[in-house]
């Protein structure tokens, strides 16, 4: 009798991961406009680096074309044709710091609005804890929830990056610039800043995390939100 007890209670305790799902994604959904924003900041973050990669692949095609013509444009953009030039190397040092202060800002952003969200659900959190909810599903749920906003951040970040990047370059370049891009490496950075973008959400969703995880029932329930 008891062994079935203890299995009663063990398969309430272990939620399936579905149910994890079910309950991040409509906490997402009820927090909405929040969720809206820290999405909006990855999106920037991310459509910042994808362009940034893109752009750079599309000059190196060019440059690689070996055309008096395209030179002679990129020479009036201000862009040195030779890629081993001290100029050259200063820029993409240059567009290398801004990329990692965009994505540091956009992890912070992901952590301090996974934190609120935290502070928002105490009374929540110590509701499924003294239901027998354990650490590790409290976890996933967070985790989750700031994995779909990466997601969705990230996969729009690529796309608004990408055709920013190659709608300016047409402009500036003209059409011809279309059969020298390096679809190969663009699709290589595609794939990059997406892998990027989802771990930044991953990993700015592992402190709040842990910290709702860590949460006594008994304090969760007596705070005044």
Do not use: H
Not at 23 to 45: H, Q
Not at 100 to 107: A, E, I, K, M, T
Not at 189 to 205: D, N, Q
Not at 208 to 215: F, G, I, L, N, T
């Amino acid at each position: 009798m008891a062994e079935a007890s203890e299995v009663t209670i063990e398969s309430q305790v272990n939620l399936p991961l579905s149910k994890a799902v079910e309950i991040s994604f409509n906490s997402v959904k009820i927090r909405f406009g929040r969720s809206l924003i820290t999405v909006s900041g990855i999106v920037l973050a991310i459509a910042f680096l994808m362009s940034i990669w893109v752009n750079t692949e599309i000059i190196d095609g060019l440059k690689a074309a070996n055309d008096s013509k395209l030179d002679l444009i990129l020479q009036q953009k201000g862009i040195d044709t030779d890629p081993d030039s001290a100029s050259a190397m200063q820029e993409r040092s240059k567009n290398n710091w801004l990329v990692v202060l965009s994505l540091l800002v956009c992890l912070v952003g992901i952590t301090n609005a996974m934190l609120m969200s935290v502070t928002e659900r105490f009374r929540e959190i110590g509701t499924m804890k003294c239901m027998g909810a354990l650490d590790g599903f409290i976890i996933k749920l967070f985790l989750l929830e700031s994995s779909f906003m990466g997601t969705a951040g990230t996969i729009l970040g690529v796309f608004v990056g990408l055709l920013l990047s190659v709608g300016l370059s047409s402009l500036s370049y003209g059409s011809a610039m279309f059969n020298y891009i390096p679809w190969g490496s663009v699709v290589e950075s595609g794939v990059y800043s997406t892998v990027i973008g989802a771990s930044l959400s991953v990993f700015g969703g592992i402190i709040p995390a842990y910290r709702a995880a860590k949460m006594e029932p008994v304090d969760a329930m007596r705070l005044e939100v």
